[in-house]
């Protein structure tokens, strides 16, 4: 092995592995928002345009994407702690160039570095999690898992205003390197060595394919009601990539050892998390984009005011991580993912209703029930992907679950996007309204409702031994 293993010590408490791993989500998260913050002071210090500089965040997303699909083949060959720390240490190891960078391609070349951390990180980390503690438990440890998660992206811009005014843009990426450094420490200390599987040659001609799809489609879905790119690039992006798919799921059912197995699709609650979740997480991914210009845009908040009414949400995900154990115990995964959908696109849609006059309690009073809510659901589909899944397909089935929630979070920024020029267009408008915000709410709650026919069709005790349900007494809530 590669870490050292220490002395022989009793188990940790089955919350401090969730923990340590989502201490890198956070990580992530933080600066990844953060960044966007502080793009514009950036760019005047290193003398570039800010619309150049965002090439430091494309760079990121298209190095992550490229790197998901081998985080399974990873994990396997050299050891999912293993492969986690070293993800922490390069993680923490980019941040600090980034943070020295005095230049645009220094900066680029980092965050590429960032991106490959940053590929391993999560979907190893899901691995860790998932071998590391009893099936049994998996879904109160991914309750956990999920609040970092959630909170990174939404306290990151605040995060970034307030390092960006007190300090300079630098410390968003310095401070990132001991937080990932007391990660790795921890997790040398808290999770056990979980060795690794039989692996056979990586799938290289799979990766091309597979990476480069994903790549092509996050790049293409990303400038999506942006300027950077002529719709002509846009529309080539989206076409090589979905053709670079397609290609790829032709070599999957021949490759011995595809980069992606999409044999696992096979299974009906891996089909349902992945087909299913994925239009739920569409029309959730639209929704941090969509709250952001209704607030600013439509209401004419400020940015820290509309930041504040928005923590509601990550505020509804920190209380929702005890009674998701409960929840899916009691009822069970299909009853809790048909009732749940509703009542989350029901209130996705509902904020399309509020007004410049909604008392602003009201707001943060909805918005936090919606956050516990899709908490809930964001628990019960990263959970239920692993029900049928055996150990030693545990790597590749989240390196599927990573790809495939990349690019529907890719896929939810378009869609926003699209509904909003279309609206424009349809009314012959030139700028933003509040009321074609409303709208695009309207059409992002419908297009949830989407997934409930693919809900109902998991079987009725699908994934009952990850919330213990199966043989165990039922807990009332």
């Keep these: 092995m590669f870490l050292p293993r220490l002395v022989e010590r009793s188990p940790a408490p089955a919350y401090l592995i969730p923990l340590v791993i989502g201490l890198g989500l956070l990580m992530q998260g933080l600066e990844g928002t953060a960044i966007a913050t502080a793009l514009p002071t950036m760019a005047r210090a290193l003398g570039e345009s800010p619309v150049r500089l965002n090439l430091a965040i494309s760079a990121y997303m298209l190095s992550v994407a490229v790197c998901i699909p081998v985080s399974g083949w990873m994990a396997n060959r050299f050891?999912?702690?293993?492969?986690?720390?070293?993800?922490?240490?390069?993680?923490?190891?980019?941040?600090?160039?980034?943070?020295?960078?005095?230049?645009?391609?220094?900066?680029?070349?980092?965050?590429?570095?960032?991106?490959?951390?940053?590929?391993?990180?999560?979907?190893?980390?899901?691995?860790v999690l998932l071998r590391a503690t009893p099936r049994e438990q998996i879904v109160q440890a991914m309750s956990i898992l999920t609040?970092?998660?959630?909170?990174?992206?939404?306290?990151?811009?605040?995060?970034?205003?307030?390092?960006?005014?007190?300090?300079?843009?630098?410390?968003?990426?310095?401070?990132?390197?001991?937080?990932?450094?007391?990660?790795v420490i921890a997790a040398i200390l808290i999770i056990p060595d979980l060795g690794g599987e039989p692996a056979g040659p990586?799938?290289?001609?799979?990766?091309?394919?597979?990476?480069?799809?994903?790549?092509?489609?996050?790049?293409?879905?990303?400038?999506?009601?942006?300027?950077?790119?002529?719709?002509?690039?846009?529309?080539?992006g989206v076409t090589l990539g979905a053709l670079s798919l397609l290609a790829y799921a032709s070599h999957a059912r021949r490759a011995r050892a595809p980069v992606l197995d999409l044999s696992l699709l096979r299974s009906p609650p891996m089909q349902v998390a992945i087909l299913g979740g994925g239009i739920w997480r569409v029309a959730m991914g639209a929704s941090p984009l969509l709250l952001v210009l209704l607030l600013q845009v439509g209401f004419g908040l400020p940015p820290l005011k509309s930041a504040v009414i928005s923590f509601a949400g990550a505020m509804g995900a920190?209380?929702?991580?005890?009674?998701?154990?409960?929840?899916?115990?009691?009822?069970?995964f299909r009853r809790v993912l048909i009732v749940n959908g509703v009542l989350t696109s029901v209130l996705l849609g509902g904020i399309g209703l509020f007004q410049a006059s909604t008392p602003h309690a009201m707001i943060f009073g909805l918005l936090l029930i919606g956050g516990f809510l899709r908490s809930l659901q964001f628990t019960a589909l990263g959970t239920l992907c692993y029900a049928d899944v055996p150990d030693t397909a545990l790597g590749g089935a989240s390196a599927l679950a990573s790809t495939t929630q990349e690019l529907a979070q890719s896929l939810g920024v378009a869609a926003a996007a699209v509904t909003l020029q279309s609206l424009l267009v349809l009314r012959h408008g030139e700028a933003l309204s509040g009321q074609d915000i409303s709208i695009s709410f309207f059409v992002m709650g419908g297009l949830s409702l989407l997934a409930l026919p693919l809900f109902g069709r998991l079987p009725a005790g699908a994934g009952d031994v990850l919330s213990g349900r199966s043989g165990v007494a039922i807990v009332k809530v």
């Design 202 to 236: 990586l799938d290289l001609r799979g990766l091309a394919m597979a990476g480069g799809g994903v790549a092509a489609l996050v790049s293409a879905l990303g400038e999506v009601g942006q300027s950077n790119w002529p719709p002509c690039a846009i529309v080539g």
């Design 79 to 127: 050891g999912a702690r293993n492969v986690f720390c070293a993800a922490m240490a390069l993680f923490a190891l980019s941040s600090t160039l980034c943070g020295l960078s005095s230049s645009l391609p220094q900066l680029i070349a980092a965050r590429i570095l960032q991106g490959v951390a940053g590929a391993l990180m999560t979907p190893v980390g899901r691995v």
């Design 147 to 183: 609040v970092p998660a959630v909170l990174g992206p939404i306290i990151g811009p605040l995060v970034g205003g307030l390092i960006v005014e007190a300090a300079s843009w630098r410390w968003i990426f310095f401070l990132s390197a001991p937080v990932g450094l007391a990660g």
């Design 318 to 332: 920190l209380l929702m991580k005890g009674p998701a154990t409960l929840l899916l115990r009691r009822y069970g």
